[in-house]
């Protein structure tokens, strides 16, 4: 049939394509050897060849030809040759579309089908359907029922086969042959019977009750065909996920059997059905997975792909049901079919523990080398999985990615990996750091422009936020002079970034960009005249608006409008109102890890934009503007009902539009002039409806409601609409779908639709979202504070307050660190009309429940100028710390209880101590600072505790001791209550008992000898990195124990917020740093609470005129004594400070005022001869006699 090459020929590679050269004209040319008589099967098998080989590649054909063609070739039919006549079969098919008048050969494929040759009637009944359309189908219904109980297999299969493609065009007629499709069902041939279950199926699938029905026969009676029972399961699955009855279902139980049987086909479809059955528990997976880990050690690789493939679908929702088969899956790296090792590897890194990552890490290191660019993505993808699964371990993998991106590799390799990089620092601020120094490592030779210019935007993003940004200056001008325009242009925008963030390091910025404006490109000299001129204005607003945030509209709704713009000239200037807002990007985690493929991908139109152009060829919708926000749908109607309604809202400026799409379930109904009334309970106005013409059975429909939104009420923004559809129903036959005549008017109550404040505000992505609250500024502030009764966690208060509003979240504050009990919530977005919106939440958990709620916005219209009210929570947070902040003036407090509690020998009765607890409870004290990411535990019980938002706490409102306000979220201080303290005069030297606060030092040692607080332990902060012991005995003591806690210090924070930070991450919850250390110390309290003699850092700096007296004056430093306690005259100085500070001083005084007049022995402050005056019978220190008296009176001076 072909023609034999030469030996030479295929090794020139020549003669690898006959049909390579082919032209369409000399085809057609060689087709008039069809009317030759006698006929040449070789030949004309040859040119049907040519002519099915360049329709297959796409060459049209036009009418004429074609159909010159087709009726050369029905001549063929003359000819008794087998393979000949086959060609024909298959040629009929593939011309029946662009030949016309193709029925001509109805009579002789009619001939075929009911003729003797068994091999002519197969193919002629597929060739027959396939130019039969729905006229014509009844003429032949007789043979195809024939054909289908046939008991020749071939002629039955393609009898069931063209059945199936006969239902689109004439559903009814097909189904009159179920009789016929049930009886083949019980064939003995495995095809047979295949083909006619389907058949049975499509033609009941949308009777639920008929196909349970045909499910209990078949899994009763069996089935001997393998294709059948996996034909089965999907069945069964799909009812399954339809059905409440889930696993207790007797369907689940045909497909747990079916892994018992024979057909290894059989069995994996039966495992692939239960691993993907929704809500399914560890246990019903258990023995789908023990299947496949059989099929893990198959010798046939088809099952060990199929197996470990579906291991690494189970992995991504059940990691712990795939534990047990890790050694199996181990042995699989090792597999040579790379994709197979690929996929082990990937379910390794989901199913596998923190602590088998290093092992892991290890063995795809000598893994990866052997593998191509497209299985190297999958492992890219799979370590990204398990940064975000482990992040503790994301130093491992960082190393491990910057190896892989030094390596040879395609775009598709190298931007997964980059991908995987900017994830683990988005992910892990930590990590920051070292990923930008891989990063900018990477684009010092970097030759795929895309990568270059997103790694140059996360520098301008995230370097400036760096504890050292100026060192990623050099990376980024080093693209300006060394790289292409998009790169240069790119590493501009980086450039002006950095000077708008540092203020230290603009000079140097407005240099470069000079430099930048003699570039040779347009674009990188536009950009940097643009920046320098911004930069140089100096104002925090103009560099929000035009550098960091840039414009939110829809670019491709901007080009648009603009085209529209140039296309009807007029005077007024372009206004960018009436272009589309950008809708923030929805990130969606994919349900499975597939290999990369080259095929670049079609960029669809977004949803807005379909909805806009929908909307806009409504006549009564072109005046309302530009599309604000499109909602998703809701559903007003259950699935099951005779009629399906959901409904789109169309946000407009001043209108919303409420698309009702609706579908008729009933097949004896034709329903016309379909419209839904809607009753507002607002002051909306019902302006008109747009009905939908005609609603046929199962074809959905659209119709339209236009509500006007009220625009003297601006508080009216939440509204609740009855709805009910009003159609016109004409009867008709369920098979033929003829309606009658006439009809009758009909209603249809639907569920009530509510419009809330998320449908009127539009999500906005704020990159930098400070920059983007400095330029909305604070002349337009609110402060609410709301109940949020219900809810007991924060990562289930923030879900709730981004749905309810809407908006979008910023700087990735949607997600709640793990063990907090406080947290800051950034929204952002754009109300109705052009309004920026921003918000700001901070929540913490507590015994309370309430919220504290605060937006900015910029009112484009002036009713909205009265919103001007403000906040100040006297909460002071700082960003990106995990532990708490003590005051020194706080601290001081806690001193002076501690020391009265252990000194004084008072009788404290419960009754007094619950009575002072309870005055005290009314307001939290402003003193003790909360971070962000407060590291308390909430009550010392441990239960969690309610959502509490912070609020204000006035100088004059009661507060609570500070004892329990410090340590509030830790515990509170054991105190015996009904046993005196008795003085023990040996324990003078030695700490207090019981004390609820550990003072550590974290200097070195000389540092802690020359000078520190009285009571403090040595604790230089080079004792964390030690391997072995890092923590004394008193630390461990302390370390989250009930009613205690750790308070770090040094000279300026600079050793303590570090310490502090690690012994957080090494899980400390009871950690506070005291706030400024020994500088802020010397400044608020300079005696009394330390001893020895402050380094020189620590001193105020001389007032002027007095630098000689002081250079005379020569004071020997005193060393600092090993102390633990304070005396009476330190206890007298630091309630001196304290008043001087507008500390009151009944924080002190408060545990003595019970034991007036008993037998207990003097305190040390009320004896002391030398102060200025006591304080009444109880012989307590007045803290209004020290406030009376001058500095010049105090004894120590």
């Not at 099951?640 to 539009?657: D, L, R, W």
Request: proline share 5%.
């Amino acid at each position: 049939m072909i023609k034999k090459f030469d030996k030479k020929d295929e090794e020139s590679g020549s003669g690898s394509n006959p049909f390579q050269h082919l032209e369409k004209s000399a085809v057609l040319q060689e087709a008039r050897i069809f009317n030759e008589t006698p006929i040449n099967p070789r030949r004309c098998l040859h040119i049907l060849t040519k002519i099915l080989y360049l329709l297959n590649q796409g060459e049209h054909f036009g009418t004429t030809e074609a159909t010159e063609a087709f009726f050369a070739m029905t001549r063929l039919f003359q000819s008794n040759d087998q393979t000949l006549r086959r060609m024909c079969y298959f040629t009929i098919k593939e011309m029946a579309n662009i030949s016309e008048d193709v029925i001509i050969v109805t009579s002789s494929l009619t001939k075929d089908m009911t003729g003797k040759e068994d091999v002519y009637r197969g193919p002629a009944i597929r060739a027959l359907c396939r130019i039969t359309d729905a006229t014509m189908l009844q003429a032949i219904e007789r043979y195809m029922k024939q054909a289908i109980v046939d008991k020749v297999p071939s002629v039955s299969s393609s009898a069931l086969v063209s059945s199936l493609h006969m239902m689109k065009i004439s559903y009814d007629v097909v189904k009159r042959w179920i009789n016929e499709a049930q009886e083949a069902a019980s064939s003995d041939n495995i095809m047979v019977q295949y083909h006619a279950l389907g058949l049975l199926y499509h033609l009941r699938k949308n009777d639920r009750l008929a196909v349970s029905k045909m499910l209990n026969k078949f899994t009763k009676s069996g089935l001997k065909s393998q294709f059948a029972y996996c034909m089965l399961i999907r069945i069964a699955s799909r009812l399954l996920r339809e059905s409440e009855e889930g696993h207790e279902s007797p369907l689940f139980d045909f497909i747990e059997s079916c892994l018992r049987n024979k057909h290894e086909m059989v069995i994996y479809e039966a495992a692939s059905a239960i691993i993907h059955l929704p809500n399914c528990t560890a246990r019903e997976l258990a023995p789908a997975v023990s299947v496949l880990q059989l099929f893990c050690s198959s010798p046939k690789p088809v099952l060990r792909y199929a197996a470990v493939r579906t291991l690494n679908k189970v992995a991504m929702k059940h990691p712990s049901a795939v534990t047990a088969c890790n050694l199996d899956l181990e042995n699989l790296i090792t597999d040579s079919n790379r994709s197979i090792a690929t996929l082990a590897i990937t379910t390794l890194l989901k199913t596998g523990s923190e602590s088998s990552v290093d092992r892991l890490m290890k063995q795809i290191s000598s893994f990866v080398s052997e593998i191509s660019d497209e299985f190297k993505v999958v492992v890219v993808q799979a370590i990204s999985a398990l940064c975000q699964k482990y992040p503790r371990k994301h130093s491992v993998m960082m190393t491990f990615l910057s190896n892989m991106l030094r390596d040879d590799g395609g775009f598709e390799y190298k931007r997964a990996i980059v991908d995987c990089i900017i994830g683990i620092i988005e992910e892990n601020p930590e990590s920051k750091e070292a990923g930008l120094a891989h990063l900018c490592e990477f684009i010092e030779d970097c030759e795929h422009t895309v990568l270059a210019t997103k790694i140059l935007h996360l520098l301008g993003k995230e370097g400036p936020r760096t504890p050292s940004p100026s060192k990623y200056i050099r990376f980024i001008f080093n693209r300006v002079v060394l790289e292409n325009e998009a790169v240069r242009a790119a590493a501009v925008s980086a450039l002006a970034k950095f000077g708008a963030q540092n203020e230290n390091l603009l000079p140097s910025i407005l240099v470069l960009l000079q430099r930048c404006m003699i570039d040779s490109d347009d674009e990188v000299r536009d950009r940097a005249t643009f920046y320098l001129n911004v930069l140089q204005q100096r104002q925090i607003a103009l560099n929000a608006a035009y550098i960091f945030n840039g414009l939110t509209v829809s670019v491709p709704g901007m080009e648009k409008a603009l085209h529209q713009y140039t296309l009807e000239p007029s005077e007024k200037p372009f206004d960018m109102k009436t272009v589309p807002l950008a809708t923030a990007p929805i990130f969606e985690q994919k349900a499975e890890i597939a290999l990369v493929t080259s095929k670049p991908e079609k960029v669809a139109p977004s949803r807005q934009d379909i909805f806009q152009e929908q909307l806009a060829a409504i006549p009564e919708f072109k005046s309302l503007g530009p599309l604000f926000k499109s909602s998703e749908p809701v559903h007003l109607t259950e699935a099951e009902t005779e009629y399906f309604v959901c409904c789109v809202k169309h946000v407009f400026t001043n209108h919303i539009v409420f698309q009702f799409d609706c579908t008729n379930t009933l097949n004896d109904q034709l329903l016309e002039r379909i419209t839904v009334q809607m009753e507002p309970s607002d002051a909306y106005d019902v302006i008109c409806f747009i009905p939908a013409p005609s609603l046929a059975y199962n074809q959905p429909g659209m119709c339209y409601t236009l509500v006007q939104i009220p625009q003297d009420d601006s508080t009216a923004v939440a509204c609740t609409f009855s709805c009910t559809m009003k159609f016109t129903v004409r009867d008709c036959d369920p098979n033929t779908g003829v309606p009658e005549e006439d009809g009758y008017d009909d209603e249809y109550v639907l569920e009530d639709l509510e419009v809330t404040v998320s449908d009127h505000i539009q999500k906005v992505l704020k990159p930098n979202f400070a920059a983007a609250w400095e330029e909305v500024g604070d002349d337009f502030e609110k402060e609410e504070t709301f109940a949020l009764s219900s809810i007991k966690t924060l990562d289930e208060a923030v879900n709730n307050i981004i749905k309810f509003l809407g908006m979008q979240p910023c700087e990735r504050s949607d997600k709640v660190p793990e063990n907090k009990n406080s947290h800051t919530l950034y929204l952002a977005g754009v109300y109705r009309g052009g309004c920026d919106v921003l918000v700001r939440s901070r929540l913490a958990l507590g015994d309370g429940v309430t919220m504290q709620y605060l937006t900015r916005r910029i009112p484009q219209n002036p009713k909205y100028q009265h919103i001007k009210t403000c906040l100040d929570t006297d909460y002071r947070y700082k960003k990106d710390e995990l532990f708490k902040r003590l005051k020194v003036t706080t601290f001081a407090q806690l001193v002076i209880q501690v020391a009265s509690l252990s000194d004084e020998t008072l009788e404290v009765t419960n009754k007094e101590i619950h009575k002072q607890e309870d005055g005290d409870s009314a307001a939290p004290h402003p003193d003790a600072e909360v971070t962000e990411g407060t590291n308390g535990k909430g009550s010392p019980d441990g239960t969690p505790s309610p959502i509490l938002f912070l609020n204000n706490a006035g100088a004059g409102e009661s507060y609570r001791s500070t004892l329990q306000s410090v340590i509030s979220g830790v515990g509170e201080l054991d105190i015996e209550k009904d046993t005196p303290k008795k003085e023990d005069t040996e324990a003078k030297d030695t700490p207090y008992p019981d004390c609820p606060f550990l003072l550590l030092d974290v200097r070195d040692r000389d540092a802690y000898d020359q000078c520190h607080i009285i009571g403090a332990h040595s604790y230089p902060i080079a004792t964390l990195s030690r391997t072995m012991n890092p923590y004394s005995n008193s630390i461990l003591e302390y370390k989250n124990a009930h009613g205690k806690i750790i308070i770090l210090y040094d000279n300026d924070e600079r050793l303590a917020s570090q310490a502090a930070t690690t012994m957080c991450e090494r899980g400390f919850e009871n950690v506070f740093m005291l706030s400024g250390g020994l500088k802020v110390l010397a400044q608020k309290i300079p005696e009394g609470l330390i001893t020895g003699s402050l380094p020189a850092c620590c001193h105020a700096p001389a007032p002027s005129g007095s630098a000689r007296k002081k250079t005379s004056l020569k004071v020997p430093l005193a060393r600092a004594e090993n102390r633990w306690r304070f005396s009476e005259d330190n206890l007298q100085k630091i309630q001196y400070y304290l008043e001087e500070e507008h500390i009151p001083s009944d924080t002190a005084s408060r545990f003595s005022r019970g034991s007036s007049g008993r037998n207990s022995k003097a305190t040390a402050m009320r004896s002391n001869p030398s102060l200025p005056g006591t304080a009444g019978s109880g012989g307590v220190l007045s803290a209004r006699s020290l406030s009376r008296n001058s500095i010049q009176n105090r004894p120590w001076k």
